[in-house]
């Protein structure tokens, strides 16, 4: 689906990583049942929908035009996880690692919890839950960006569990019209 194009904004992205164990800093959740599953047979429909429930407030739309082929070719990458947070049952957030991406280390290629599970202390949990399973899966490094786009509380928490900036950018971007996507 083409987007309408809407406003140019500045975006600035920042690179933040855990350049070992010894920077992280978990943090867990009390709220009760709560439960994160990988998705071990992941579903492309299923991708989707978390992709775009999580990141439609924040313009997440480069995986958009890809195509159902391209999302299972992704996803059926070995270095590829996602682990679902699920809140009584229902899915309430996602984090999606690569072990594969360009830079050393594991990305944490998407992250977020649904805006209606937002404010809960999920997401530092599930951000927790993510890192600690990079680590364990070998990384010696987690990293990933953020911009101005994304959650006003997205950077603060990164922080929080002891990422690091190591490089900042900006561009001009032109949004699409939300109701578009």
């Not at 072990?99 to 809960?120: D, H, K, L, S």
Request: overall charge negative.
């Amino acid at each position: 689906m083409t987007s309408a194009p809407g406003p140019t904004v500045t975006v600035t992205t920042t690179y933040l990583h855990l350049p070992s164990r010894a920077h992280f800093r978990p943090a867990t959740s009390d709220t009760p049942d709560r439960l994160i599953l990988a998705a071990r047979e992941p579903l492309v429909a299923f991708a989707r929908f978390l992709y775009d429930v999580v990141g439609r407030d924040y313009y997440w739309i480069d995986r958009h035009a890809w195509s159902d082929a391209a999302w299972q070719n992704y996803l059926s990458h070995p270095g590829v996880t996602q682990l679902v947070l699920y809140l009584r049952g229902t899915p309430a957030g996602y984090i999606e690692l690569n072990a594969a991406a360009e830079e050393p280390g594991t990305e944490i290629a998407y992250f977020g919890i649904i805006p209606v599970f937002q404010g809960r202390g999920l997401g530092k949990h599930l951000l927790s839950y993510g890192v600690q399973h990079a680590f364990d899966n070998g990384a010696e490094r987690v990293w990933l960006h953020t911009c101005t786009l994304d959650g006003p509380h997205a950077r603060a928490n990164y922080q929080a569990r002891g990422f690091i900036t190591y490089r900042t950018t900006m561009h001009e971007q032109v949004l699409p019209v939300q109701s578009d996507y």
